[in-house]
T-cell receptor
Framework: NAGVTQTPKFQVLKTGQSMTLQCAQD?????MSWYRQDPGMGLRLIHY???????DQGEVPNGYNVSRSTTEDFPLRLLSAAPSQTSVYFC????????????FGDGTRLSIL | KNEVEQSPQNLTAQEGEFITINCSYS?????LHWLQQHPGGGIVSLFM???GKKKHGRLIATINIQEKHSSLHITASHPRDSAVYIC???????????FGKGTKLSVKP
């Protein structure tokens, strides 16, 4: 099993560009989530999904879009990149929404110029 | 508002020392996770606990739900324990995790 796979690992964008961060898991987990990690701050939840076809906003959803068409995939879209979105992004999954350890991807380091 | 407070923020220890990292939170929770983030950036789950104590190798995690406090202990610390340790309580029975800012541990040989 690969676990949680995130691509790309690094990306540089120009302000206004759009892109999609990919996240896939092969553990048949229902719950998937996207976080951003900024210096001096804890991980912050962007969007999450409790199953295919179901998504919801987290703490910092503005400027991001998600979809969950399959159990395995949970892509994160930046609609129009802004320098404030420069961050390290982590995707995570767990078997269910409550009471289960989360498995994290290796992260995507994103820089917006 | 900081719902999760970790202390200390930074910790330097000599190899072999006993390490304690503390986590206090202000909301009612159903469980609490301890995570380890390696210098390369990867995050792994160490413990998930809702009461009492759990032990895995040299790592011990305790929680006191009434006092809203958890501790992570490392016995006989080793340089490979150098990492950021993150406390993440789960409010309610099916809530999303909230995260502390982490404690950066450096263990010197």
């Amino acid at each position: 099993n690969a676990g949680v796979t995130q691509t790309p690992k690094f990306q540089v964008l120009k302000t206004g560009q759009s892109m999609t961060l990919q996240c896939a898991q092969d553990m048949n987990h229902e719950y998937m989530s996207w976080y951003r990690q900024d210096p001096g701050m804890g991980l912050r939840l962007i969007h999450y999904s409790v199953g295919a076809g179901i998504t919801d906003q987290g703490e910092v959803p503005n400027g991001y879009n998600v979809s969950r068409s399959t159990t395995e995939d949970f892509p994160l879209r930046l609609l129009s990149a802004a320098p404030s979105q420069t961050s390290v992004y982590f995707c995570a999954s767990s078997y269910s929404w409550g009471g289960q350890p989360q498995h994290f991807g290796d992260g995507t380091r994103l820089s917006i110029l | 508002k900081n719902e999760v407070e970790q202390s200390p923020q930074n910790l330097t220890a000599q190899e072999g020392e006993f390490i304690t990292i503390n986590c206090s939170y202000s909301v009612g929770i159903s469980a609490l996770h301890w995570l380890q983030q390696h210098p390369g950036g990867g995050i792994v789950s160490l413990f998930m606990l809702s009461s009492g104590k759990k032990k895995h190798g040299r790592l011990i995690a305790t929680i006191n739900i009434q006092e809203k406090h958890s501790s992570l202990h490392i016995t006989a610390s080793h340089p490979r324990d150098s990492a950021v340790y993150i406390c993440a309580p789960r409010p309610g029975s099916q809530g999303n995790l909230i995260f502390g800012k982490g404690t950066k541990l450096s263990v010197k040989p």
